[in-house]
Antibody, heavy 117, light 110 residues
Framework: QVQLQESGPGLVKPSETLSLSCTVS????????WSWIRQPPGMGLEYIGY???????NYNPSLSSRVTISVDTSKNQFSLKLRSVSAADTAIYYC???????????WGQGTMVTVSS | QSALTQPASVSGSPGQSITISCTGS?????????VSWYQQLPGKAPKVLIY???KRPSGVSNRFSASKSGKTASLTISGLQAEDEADYYC??????????FGTGTKVTVL
């Protein structure tokens, strides 16, 4: 069974870059799409983007100017970079597997990132 | 892309059935057969309950069912149980390989 685990700093300063990684275990990253989704405290879910193992990406248009998602197949990891962050980017960040059912089938436990000086 | 509209809260007594609506537009919910539903227990990551508008993954209780008509998708929980108390989100493919989530519904078991 595929499992996902997010990792990265829990605190980022305003205007800096948020960087997170997601490690895939129990399966190969060379399979379907790998996504990032976030959830501000007490609020709903927001799709950030996905990457295919080949490296092709898709981003939420509202975030696309600040987002980069990359993949490292040798480490079975994919990563998120969000530039020029502000307090509005404070959220729980989830990585998720988007599979053949066309749904976000498997989720990581999530990691809280706070943007504050 | 605007979030899909869900009622903020729905409640019911144990054993009852409740329905959560999810209203989108002709560019997402109505256009694609790609609505999925997620259950988020307190402090936990979401879990998929429904995919492809009405399909249930293996392992998900058959107390959860879904339907769609036009721009509105619906999730029904039958035989409501205390363990169903959670937040529920719909999600739809919205074209150009992007996805939009619903505003979320808090289900309370009275």
């Amino acid at each position: 069974q595929v499992q996902l685990q997010e990792s990265g700093p829990g605190l980022v300063k305003p205007s800096e870059t948020l960087s997170l990684s997601c490690t895939v275990s129990g399966g190969s990253i060379s399979d379907y799409y790998w996504s990032w989704i976030r959830q501000p405290p007490g609020m709903g879910l927001e799709y950030i983007g996905y990457i295919y193992h080949s490296g092709s990406t898709n981003y939420n248009p509202s975030l696309s100017s600040r987002v980069t998602i990359s993949v490292d197949t040798s480490k079975n990891q994919f990563s998120l970079k969000l530039r020029s962050v502000s307090a509005a980017d404070t959220a729980i960040y989830y990585c998720a597997y988007y599979g053949a059912n066309d749904s976000f089938d498997i989720w990581g436990q999530g990691t809280m990132v706070t943007v504050s000086s | 892309q605007s979030a899909l509209t869900q009622p903020a809260s729905v409640s019911g007594s144990p054993g009852q059935s409740i329905t959560i609506s999810c209203t989108g537009s002709s560019s997402d919910v109505e256009l694609y057969n790609l609505v999925s539903w997620y259950q988020q227990l307190p402090g936990k990551a979401p879990k998929v309950l429904i995919y492809g508008d009405t399909k249930r993954p293996s392992g998900v209780s058959n107390r959860f069912s879904a339907s769609k008509s036009g721009k509105t998708a619906s999730l029904t929980i039958s035989g409501l149980q205390a363990e169903d108390e959670a937040d529920y989100y719909c999600c739809s493919y919205a074209g150009v390989r992007t996805y939009v989530f619903g505003t979320g519904t808090k289900v309370t078991v009275l």
